[in-house]
């Protein structure tokens, strides 16, 4: 069974700081999936990680993959109150197919003023 | 931007009754899911659909569960006999092709069973 482990689940910050939230995955896949969901609303993608080294950055927020420790990364820079969310990182099966994307918990991020 | 559309937003059924989900994929997608979301917990696969056919399925789509492409643009997902644990938020998602390219999601139906 694919297992995909986020931590931390929560996390309360400040404006200005830096961190990172971890996501490990029990699978060999290659492929690894970062979205954002506000409260009450859909999942927004933020990025799509496809091979091993892969990183990805967009504005604050900086992904990056690690197949070979099946271990991604969604690092934050200088939080902004803006990016409270709920971060959820996913995996695809390897079982061939359309496969369904497998979610980790979810990083439910404050970031207070 | 071309998004992914769901209806109704919020469902509200009894137990045993059937009730339908629809769902209209981005136009030029090919590849076709629905998720669950149980209130504060995680986002669950339940089934993706490819040509027609369901492609894979979750242990969490049983026989209560079907998913249909009546014409070209909707996708629906049907559960026969609801439950109280089918309560949940449901989300469709669709993307062009699958392994490499991003799954959209839709904005979710909210269904609850009393």
């Known amino acids: 069974e694919l297992k995909v482990e986020q931590n931390p689940l929560f996390l309360s910050m400040q404006e200005g700081k830096n961190y990172t939230i971890y996501c490990n995955y029990s699978?060999?896949?290659?492929?690894l999936y970062w979205y954002r969901q506000d409260p009450g609303k859909s999942l927004e993608s933020l990025f799509v990680?496809?091979?091993?080294?892969a990183v990805k950055q967009e504005g604050r927020l900086m992904a990056s993959l690690d197949t070979k420790a099946r271990l991604s990364t969604l690092h934050i820079t200088a939080a902004v109150h803006d990016l409270s969310a709920t971060y959820f990182c996913?995996?695809?099966?390897?079982?061939?197919?359309?496969?369904?994307?497998?979610f980790g918990k979810g990083t439910h991020l404050i970031i207070q003023p | 931007e071309p998004e992914v559309t769901q209806t109704p937003s919020h469902q509200v059924t009894q137990m045993g009754q059937e009730v339908i989900l629809r769902c209209v994929p981005i136009s030029n997608h090919l590849y076709f899911y629905w998720y669950r979301q149980i209130l504060g917990q995680k986002v669950e696969f339940l089934v993706s659909?490819?040509?027609?056919?369901?492609?894979?399925k979750s242990e969490i789509f049983d026989d209560q569960f079907s998913v249909e492409r009546p014409d070209g643009s909707n996708f629906t997902l049907k559960i026969r006999s609801t439950k109280l644990e089918d309560s949940a938020m449901y989300f469709c998602?669709?993307?062009?092709?699958?392994?490499?390219?991003?799954?959209?999601f839709g904005p979710g139906t909210r269904l609850t069973v009393l």
């Open positions: 998602a669709s993307s062009i092709g699958p392994y490499t390219d991003t799954q959209y």
């Open positions: 659909f490819y040509n027609n056919e369901i492609s894979e």
């Open positions: 699978t060999t896949s290659d492929r």
């Open positions: 990680l496809l091979s091993n080294g």
């Open positions: 996913a995996v695809e099966g390897d079982g061939g197919g359309a496969d369904g994307l497998t």
